[in-house]
């Protein structure tokens, strides 16, 4: 009898759903887990089953037994059970962002357990790579929260689970799914990709690349490239240099020197579909309550087809998970990218697949972005941004989780009435508005004086009598100030040029 990982001692099921489990043995298989036995037959030494839907409670000890041999896993939790994903600022450890110290220390909690995906880009790594500290590519189990396993757990994934285990009152698991460095393309089963109409160009890049691989070669200085990565591994201990300098300087002075790395080809992270083959894979059918999304970084240069991609990585999933699973996105927060609007632009197509696909929400973040540090440390109002949308979407709470998002303007005269989504509470700004722009008729940009009235904002500029465009932090390292009457922050945006 082989489980595997997910199944182990400490782990959360969730609540209200049906409950498949798999493994590898032979002949009849039994489950047995509360009141509820189910049995079925291995098929190639494999096997599924689907326990009935649980309410909230534990712990219980799950048994599995076939012909052969039998499992007993114990300490096993009722509960609420997300699958915190994406890059970096996902995978972001507790020890390396603001205060993570100190809520670590504090953050002993039964009802919350934590699991990793271990990070693979081929199926076979079982090495050490960097993802702010050294960590091995192998298959561990689940672990309760303590100080010491929230320390290397995704800083944003143990904030959201600490807030709503105390809302919901129930057992929290976090499934941690990241990558750092990883485009969208890595995310997304590889078909959907290459047979969308209006992603030509990715068809074409991964076609030209496979035409002109020579693979024994690639293999060859990948595993040049692995060695490299182990033996610099070895050399740093991350957590002893953070407890020396501080987080600031951890950021960055990332002691860490990466080894050149052969790229593009199958086993970068940003090649289509392998991470969706190598980590998201191992997390399918087992039921999670939903999403928590935060990428983008890898794809800011080339963001035009972002929300497709997106879509396509949201329909993927949940066709895979056969559950309409919510979806909640991180804004990426303001940084020194290369040109001049590559974030805002970002940040347009984000807002455009949390409209387009349902189930999708996106919190702002505008205000918590550092100008040369691309990981921000503050990573607790975004966990509790993010808490706040699963209250509101998931839960059914009447909060409001987002900063207000541009909707629609309109041109009276000589002004611009702009209206707002996420902007019931009202438009608030203690100072003037900062970072807003009106175009002239020869696009150049003015700036402007604005009124706030409810959830609209009318703006203008005395030498511009024909207003043609407004903007407002449409830049890289903007810095907004307007928020909703929640205390929330608004994404960037522009209108888009008014008719003659």
């Known amino acids: 009898m082989k489980l595997p990982a997910l199944f182990s001692d400490h782990m959360v099921l969730q ?4 409950l498949p489990i798999w493994g590898e043995g032979s002949g009849k298989v039994c489950v047995q887990l509360g009141d509820q036995r189910a049995f079925t037959i291995c098929e190639d030494g494999r096997w599924q089953l689907t326990l009935s839907p649980m309410a909230a409670g534990g712990p219980y000890t799950m048994t599995v037994q076939d012909e052969n041999s039998s499992v007993c ?20 450890p507790t020890f390396a962002v603001e205060d993570g110290l100190a809520c670590a220390a504090a953050s002993a909690n039964e009802r919350i357990r934590f699991f990793t995906v271990p990070r693979r880009t081929k199926s076979d790594f079982t090495g050490h790579h960097w993802h702010f500290e050294s960590v091995a590519a192998v298959d561990t189990g689940w672990s309760v929260c303590t100080e010491e396993t929230m320390l290397h757990f995704s800083a944003i994934g143990a904030f959201f689970a600490q807030l709503l285990e105390k809302a919901e009152q129930t057992a929290v698991g976090i499934i941690s799914c990241n990558f750092g460095g ?4 890595a995310w997304i089963p590889r078909e959907p990709i290459l047979t969308h109409p209006a992603l030509g ?19 060859r200085q990948y595993a040049k490239f692995e060695e490299a990565v182990e033996a610099e591994c070895r050399t740093w201990d991350a957590f002893a240099f953070l407890k020396e300098h501080g987080p600031s300087v951890f950021a960055r002075k990332d002691p860490f020197r990466w080894p050149p790395e052969p790229f593009p080809a199958p086993y970068w992270p940003s090649w289509p579909g392998v991470l969706y083959r190598h980590m998201v894979h191992r997390v399918i059918p087992y039921s999670i309550r939903g999403v928590l999304w935060y990428q983008g970084e890898n794809n800011v240069t080339d963001s035009e087809n972002y929300d497709i991609l997106f879509s396509l990585l949201v329909s993927a999933w949940r066709r895979a998970w056969g559950d309409g699973l919510p979806f909640l996105t991180v804004q990426l927060a303001p940084f020194g990218y290369g ?3 590559e974030y805002p632009k970002m940040v347009e197509r984000q807002i455009a697949a949390s409209r387009r696909i349902p189930g999708v929400a996106m919190i702002t973040t505008s205000d918590l972005g550092e100008c040369d540090n691309i990981h921000p440390l503050n990573k607790q109002p975004m966990a509790q941004r993010l808490f ?19 909707r629609e303007a309109r041109r009276i005269g000589e002004k611009v009435e702009l209206r707002f ?6 438009l608030v700004c203690q100072e003037e508005v900062s970072e807003l722009y009106i175009a002239d008729g020869n696009g150049q940009l003015v700036p402007a004086k604005a009124e706030l009235s409810g959830s609209t904002m009318l703006v203008w500029a005395e030498s511009v009598p024909c207003p043609m465009e407004v903007r407002m932090g449409f830049c890289n390292n903007c810095t907004i100030n307007l928020y909703n009457g929640d205390g929330l922050v608004a994404a960037p945006f522009r209108t888009g040029r008014f008719a003659e």
């Open 201 to 219: 160009k990715i068809r074409e890049q991964y076609n030209a690349c496979l035409g002109t691989l020579d693979l024994k070669a690639y293999e």
């Open 15 to 18: 609540q209200g759903k049906f």
């Open 73 to 92: 896993i114990t300490d096993v939790m009722i509960g609420e059970v997300w699958l915190a994903a994406g890059q970096s600022n996902m995978e972001h």
């Open 421 to 426: 989504d996420h902007a019931d509470s009202g």
């Open 388 to 406: 706040l949308a699963a209250e509101s979407q998931v839960y059914h709470k009447s909060v409001e989780y987002s900063g207000p998002i541009y």
């Open 339 to 341: 040109s001049p609007e």
């Open 182 to 185: 990883s485009g969208i393309e």
